[in-house]
């Protein structure tokens, strides 16, 4: 790349590799996942969780209400709308009127897997907890961080 400053007639090339630059790092910054194995590998675990596993439950999965991979609006068992989960990383903690009380986005996992799917929730800290949380966060990618904010 060559730094031209311009002067009358000349060609600025300093703008172009400006805006190359920032477009590199952008694509950097959206694509750190890819750049951290381990970081992909809890993702697409959590995805698999979040497709498949019934926690023990009545043989739903999280996807039966929260569907497209949770990027969708979907449906509770009772047909009620859910807002996708597409912003669900930047929100939490927040207050939860029901339960008057600032919960995080593990506490929610928990109530989700217990109420709806009524399974056994993954322990708070545990590998598959992890990976939940590490999946519903990434459909956050590139959001502006909003606590307490609703879901879209």
């Known amino acids: 790349m060559r730094l031209v400053i311009s002067h009358g007639r000349k060609t600025i090339g300093l703008t172009a590799a ?33 497709v498949h596993e019934t926690f023990g439950g009545s043989g739903m999965t999280c996807e039966s209400c929260h569907l497209n991979g ?21 929100i939490y903690p927040r207050f939860e009127a029901k ?30 907890m992890t990976q939940l949380v590490t999946y519903v966060t990434s459909l956050a990618q590139g959001k502006p961080l909003n606590l307490g904010g609703k879901p879209e």
Request: include cysteine.
């Open 99 to 128: 339960k008057n009380k600032v919960i995080t986005l593990e506490e929610k996992i928990q109530n989700c897997v217990a109420g709806a799917l009524r399974g056994k929730p993954p322990a708070y800290g545990s590998e598959q």
């Open 18 to 50: 400006i805006f190359l630059n920032s477009a590199l790092c952008a694509l950097g910054i959206q694509h750190a996942a890819a750049a951290e194995p381990q970081l992909e590998k809890a993702i697409q675990d959590g995805k698999t969780l979040f």
């Open 70 to 90: 949770g990027v969708g609006s979907g449906q509770s068992p009772k047909r009620s709308t859910i807002p996708s989960l597409s912003n669900s990383g930047t």
